[in-house]
C-alpha cells in the first residue's frame, strides 16, 4: 500500500473543461495544511502536457500552468476532469501516465478523471470513486475496475473521488497521515467542513441521490430495484423476496411515489438508458440490453414515449 505519508509533492493534470471547484478543493486543503502547520510540508504545480493553460468548464483557467515534462519529480499525479471526458483523454496524455506509473508515482484522479486513468489501463483491479452520473457507463466499460459508490477511494498508489468537497475529504486523509488527525481537523475546521460527519457518512455521497423514503420496505424495493437494472425481476419476484404481499407493495408505492412498482422501476431503467446513451460509447442495442429491453424496436418504442425522441437521438445530441 502506498504511504500516504510520503506524498508530499503534487501535481494537478487539468484536463480542457475540468471541474474547477474538484480542483480548487483538493489544492487548497493543501495550503490550508501548510498555512495551519506554521511550515510548508506539501508542493504543488498545476500542470497540461504541453503546458498551456487548459480551460475548466466555466472558461477560467489556473495560472501558472507548466509542461507535465517540466515539473521534475512528483509524489503524487491527480488528473482533473470534468465534462466532456472522452475527448480530453488523448493518447499522450495515456502514454504520460503510464510512464509515471512505471516510475512510482502514485497516481489519483477528481471528478471524471478516473476515466483517463482506466483507459490507460492503470484502474484494473483498483477501486475507484467517480460520480455518479458516470457510474453505470463506466462500470459497463471497465469491468476490471472495482467502482465503488463511495466520495472518494484509496487503494495502494491509486487515490479516486468524485466531485464537489469530495477533493477536500480525500486530501484531508493525506493530511492525517503525514501530520495526525489534529492537524486534518484543523484544516476542516478552517473550512467549516464538520469532518465528523463527513467521516460518518462516508461512502454514501457519492451514491445516486434518491428519493427519502420513510418507510423501510419501500427503500429496500426500490434498491433492489436499483440493483436490478439489466434483469429486471418483476414486482411479484420483488414482493416475494421481501416477503410482503404484492397488492401490498403497489399500495406503498402509489401512496409515497405516485406510481406503482412496474412504472418506478421502469423509470429507473430508462433513466440508466439515457445515462448510458450520453456517457458510453455502448451501441443502442447494447444499452437496451443492459437495462433489460429484451428487443431494440421494443427499447426504441418505450424510449420515445418517456423522452418524445428514440435513443438513436439521445446519441447524437450528445
Known amino acids: 500500500m502506498s504511504d500516504l505519508a510520503s506524498l508530499r509533492r503534487i501535481g494537478f493534470l487539468t484536463l ?12 487548497e486543503a493543501l495550503r490550508m495544511a501548510n498555512y495551519v502547520a506554521g511550515h510548508p510540508i506539501y508542493s504543488w504545480h498545476v500542470v497540461t502536457i504541453d503546458g498551456q493553460p487548459a480551460s475548466a468548464s466555466n472558461g477560467l483557467t489556473l495560472s501558472p500552468t507548466r509542461a507535465l515534462s517540466e515539473v521534475g519529480t512528483l509524489d503524487l499525479l491527480l488528473v482533473c476532469g470534468g465534462v466532456d471526458i472522452r475527448h480530453a483523454a488523448t493518447p499522450a496524455i495515456e502514454d504520460a501516465l503510464r510512464r509515471l506509473s512505471r516510475r512510482g508515482t502514485a497516481l489519483g484522479a477528481l471528478c471524471t478523471g ?14 475507484c470513486a467517480v460520480h455518479w452520473e458516470n457510474l453505470a ?22 487515490l479516486t473521488c468524485t466531485g464537489g468537497i ?50 423501510p420496505t419501500l427503500a429496500r424495493a426500490v434498491k433492489l430495484m436499483e440493483a436490478a437494472i439489466e434483469r429486471p425481476p418483476g414486482v411479484k419476484a420483488i414482493a416475494r423476496r421481501l416477503d410482503v404481499s404484492q ?31 450520453r456517457l458510453s460509447p455502448l451501441s443502442v442495442t447494447d444499452v437496451g440490453l443492459a437495462c433489460g429491453f429484451a428487443s431494440a424496436a421494443h427499447f426504441s418504442a418505450v424510449y420515445a414515449r418517456r423522452f418524445g425522441h428514440p435513443p438513436s437521438g439521445e446519441r447524437r445530441s450528445a
Open 16 to 27: 480542457p473543461n475540468h471541474s474547477m471547484i474538484a480542483c480548487a478543493n483538493a489544492l
Open 114 to 127: 478516473g476515466f483517463v486513468l482506466a483507459e490507460a489501463g492503470l484502474l484494473d483491479f483498483h477501486r
Open 137 to 158: 457507463a463506466v462500470r459497463e466499460e471497465f469491468p476490471h475496475v472495482a467502482f465503488v459508490e463511495d466520495a472518494y477511494a484509496i487503494d495502494r498508489d491509486r
Open 166 to 215: 469530495a477533493p477536500l475529504e480525500m486530501m484531508l486523509e493525506l493530511i492525517e497521515a503525514h501530520g495526525g488527525r489534529g492537524l486534518a481537523d484543523k484544516v476542516s475546521e478552517q473550512f467549516i467542513l464538520d469532518r465528523a460527519g463527513a467521516r460518518a457518512g462516508r461512502g454514501k455521497p457519492a451514491a445516486r441521490p434518491r428519493p427519502v423514503l420513510a418507510d
Open 247 to 277: 397488492r401490498q407493495l403497489e399500495r406503498l408505492f402509489r401512496r409515497d411515489l405516485g406510481m406503482g412498482p412496474a412504472a418506478y422501476h421502469l423509470g429507473l431503467r430508462l433513466e440508466r438508458a439515457r445515462e448510458l446513451l
